[in-house]
């Protein structure tokens, strides 16, 4: 195993040194953020430690400043999809845990699957994140891999199809990871949950995930055997936010090191109530919807190219307040029980991860976010053309990738509308992309965009750049 890239004593330290930074100092910082370079550890932390409302409010500015000029208003859409919840571990805020005798456990047959994937994909659904327990009999790799190439082969009418399949299950040795790759997975994603070795311990008493560094290391795996879209992220209210942001960007800049580039995208899960959980219900360090915001934005400054996901744990008003500081993918009609997609919607089901606080569908999603100023992309053209990893970063850090995300952005958007949208959807969307096609740097890349809705107006589907 390579050198433990953590260490909670030195980020503790940097922590309290960074206490000690003026507001001047910490302005300064915010103003180099601007410059689209990322932070150091210390800089982060000088962030992290001021609460002067002055500095926040910069912050906040900075934060959405980036976000435009990077991200544009667009927010990529997706839906989780959970396969099964069978589990060996017993992590004490998961209602999948081992010891929760009172979830009714699902592992979702391959016509199940079939039939939840062909239900999003009715709704307008590309792209999804699949995940399920750990567990090797109920959910073992290979009913993993089967079941995302299950997802890909689904096809509905109105070219009806999942396009790019994100995975987030356990750490994997490097030979498995290689096997997830074959499968054609998009980004692989794996939360640390908490970076501090004693919470870690504490969490996650027993099963293959009570092995803090076996974790830690996964994304090296998963590196190594070649997949280059990796995502991070840690669980928010286990131990305190500072030291959680700190430690997944220690992670960020280990990967970047080590790998010549780092994640993807990072993650920002919070801490949900959940059925028969003290611990979820009773989070041990809260972290408040200020802090949350905090957090976003500081990740935005820190590490300006990497992908910000925000779930539908949180509600939909703290969802709205967030989106501009930074997100860049967001999930829309979700459900985190095991074929829930079917379910009745109002059903209290018992077989669900954690609760959720976002419960609109994907349209009502589309539609709030276009009335917003923000408008949905659906585009995969990325990891579908290779532009993934170093040629990603490439590509993103002088802008470039701009002049891709906007004319895929609208032609996945126009063939959402025409087959998913209602009239409302219609009305709004046909303004934002008239808006935002005035937006294509060059009139080459304008004209072509042009031609290509015309394509779509005459029925073809999936097109992009
Ligand atoms: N079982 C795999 C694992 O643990 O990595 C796959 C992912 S698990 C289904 C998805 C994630 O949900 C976990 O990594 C954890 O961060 C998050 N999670 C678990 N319980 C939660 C809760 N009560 N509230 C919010 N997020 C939770
Ligand atoms: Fe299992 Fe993942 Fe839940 Fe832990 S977080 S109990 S590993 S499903």
Same mark, same amino acid.
């Given at each position: 195993?390579?050198?433990?890239?953590?260490?909670?004593?030195?980020?503790?330290?940097?922590?309290?040194?960074?206490?000690?930074?003026?507001?001047?100092?910490?302005?300064?910082?915010?103003?180099?953020?601007?410059?689209?370079?990322?932070?150091?550890?210390?800089?982060?932390?000088?962030?992290?430690?001021?609460?002067?409302?002055?500095?926040?409010?910069?912050?906040?500015?900075?934060?959405?400043?980036?976000?435009?000029?990077?991200?544009?208003?667009?927010?990529?859409?997706?839906?989780?999809?959970?396969?099964?919840?069978?589990?060996?571990?017993?992590?004490?805020?998961?209602?999948?845990?081992?010891?929760?005798?009172?979830?009714?456990?699902?592992?979702?047959?391959?016509?199940?699957?079939?039939?939840?994937?062909?239900?999003?994909?009715?709704?307008?659904?590309?792209?999804?994140?699949?995940?399920?327990?750990?567990?090797?009999?109920?959910?073992?790799?290979?009913?993993?891999?089967?079941?995302?190439?299950?997802?890909?082969?689904?096809?509905?009418?109105?070219?009806?199809?999942?396009?790019?399949?994100? #995975?987030? *299950?356990?750490? %994997?040795? &490097?030979?498995?990871?290689?096997?997830?790759? =074959?499968?054609?997975?998009? +980004?692989? /994603?794996?939360?640390?949950?908490?970076?501090?070795?004693?919470?870690?311990?504490?969490?996650?008493?027993?099963?293959?995930?009570?092995?803090?560094?076996?974790?830690?290391?996964?994304?090296?795996?998963?590196?190594?055997?070649?997949?280059?879209?990796?995502?991070?992220?840690?669980?928010?209210?286990?131990?305190?936010?500072?030291?959680?942001?700190?430690?997944?960007?220690?992670?960020?800049?280990?990967?970047?090191?080590?790998?010549?580039?780092?994640?993807?995208?990072?993650?920002?899960?919070?801490?949900?109530?959940?059925?028969?959980?003290?611990?979820?219900?009773?989070?041990?360090?809260?972290?408040?919807?200020?802090?949350?915001?905090?957090? #976003?934005? *500081?990740?935005? %400054?820190? &590490?300006?190219?990497?992908?910000?996901?925000? =779930?539908?744990?949180?509600? +939909?008003? /703290?969802?709205?307040?967030?989106?501009?500081?930074?997100?860049?993918?967001?999930?829309?009609?979700?459900?985190?029980?095991?074929?829930?997609?079917?379910?009745?919607?109002?059903?209290?089901?018992?077989?669900?991860?954690?609760?959720?606080?976002?419960?609109?569908?994907?349209?009502?999603?589309?539609?709030?976010?276009?009335?917003?100023?923000?408008?949905?992309?659906?585009?995969?053209?990325?990891?579908?053309?290779?532009?993934?990893?170093?040629?990603?970063?490439?590509?993103?850090?002088?802008?470039?990738?701009?002049?891709?995300?906007?004319?895929?952005?609208?032609?996945?958007?126009?063939?959402?509308?025409?087959?998913?949208?209602?009239?409302?959807?219609?009305?709004?969307?046909?303004? &934002?992309?008239?808006?935002?096609?005035?937006?294509?740097?060059?009139?080459?890349?304008?004209?072509?965009?042009?031609?290509?809705?015309?394509?779509?107006?005459?029925?073809?589907?999936?097109?992009?750049?």
């Amino acid at each position: 195993m390579p050198q433990l890239f953590i260490n909670a004593d030195q980020l503790e330290s940097l922590l309290i040194k960074a206490k000690g930074a003026s507001q001047d100092t910490a302005k300064q910082v915010i103003d180099k953020a601007l410059e689209l370079k990322g932070l150091s550890l210390e800089e982060t932390a000088i962030l992290i430690q001021n609460d002067s409302a002055e500095v926040i409010q910069r912050l906040f500015t900075a934060a959405r400043q980036i976000k435009e000029k990077i991200y544009g208003q667009r927010l990529v859409l997706f839906a989780p999809l959970y396969i099964a919840n069978y589990c060996s571990n017993n992590c004490l805020y998961c209602g999948f845990r081992k010891s929760n005798q009172q979830l009714q456990r699902v592992a979702l047959s391959m016509d199940e699957i079939a039939a939840e994937v062909a239900t999003l994909e009715r709704e307008g659904h590309k792209r999804l994140l699949m995940l399920c327990g750990e567990n090797h009999e109920g959910s073992s790799l290979d009913y993993f891999v089967q079941a995302i190439e299950t997802a890909y082969s689904v096809k509905t009418e109105h070219g009806g199809d999942i396009r790019r399949i994100n #995975v987030e *299950i356990a750490p %994997l040795s &490097v030979k498995e990871f290689q096997r997830l790759k =074959s499968a054609k997975i998009g +980004t692989y /994603l794996l939360f640390q949950e908490t970076y501090d070795p004693v919470t870690y311990k504490k969490m996650h008493p027993s099963g293959p995930k009570a092995d803090y560094e076996n974790r830690l290391f996964g994304m090296h795996r998963a590196m190594e055997a070649g997949i280059d879209d990796v995502g991070i992220g840690a669980l928010f209210g286990l131990r305190d936010w500072r030291f959680e942001v700190l430690a997944m960007l220690a992670h960020s800049l280990e990967l970047e090191k080590t790998f010549g580039v780092g994640p993807h995208t990072i993650s920002v899960p919070r801490l949900q109530p959940t059925k028969n959980t003290p611990l979820a219900n009773q989070p041990p360090a809260p972290v408040s919807d200020n802090d949350f915001k905090r957090l #976003v934005a *500081i990740i935005r %400054l820190a &590490v300006p190219y990497t992908g910000m996901i925000l =779930s539908t744990r949180e509600s +939909t008003s /703290l969802r709205n307040e967030i989106f501009g500081l930074g997100i860049s993918q967001i999930s829309a009609g979700s459900r985190t029980n095991p074929g829930g997609y079917q379910s009745n919607r109002q059903e209290q089901p018992e077989s669900e991860q954690f609760s959720l606080h976002d419960d609109r569908s994907l349209l009502e999603v589309v539609k709030d976010i276009t009335k917003m100023g923000f408008y949905p992309s659906f585009c995969t053209a990325c990891y579908r053309l290779g532009r993934t990893g170093h040629e990603f970063m490439e590509y993103a850090k002088p802008g470039e990738i701009q002049s891709y995300c906007l004319p895929n952005a609208i032609l996945t958007f126009q063939e959402y509308l025409t087959y998913y949208g209602d009239d409302e959807a219609k009305n709004l969307g046909r303004q &934002v992309i008239d808006q935002q096609l005035k937006g294509i740097k060059t009139d080459i890349l304008r004209h072509k965009t042009a031609k290509k809705l015309d394509e779509l107006a005459q029925g073809k589907t999936d097109l992009y750049f």
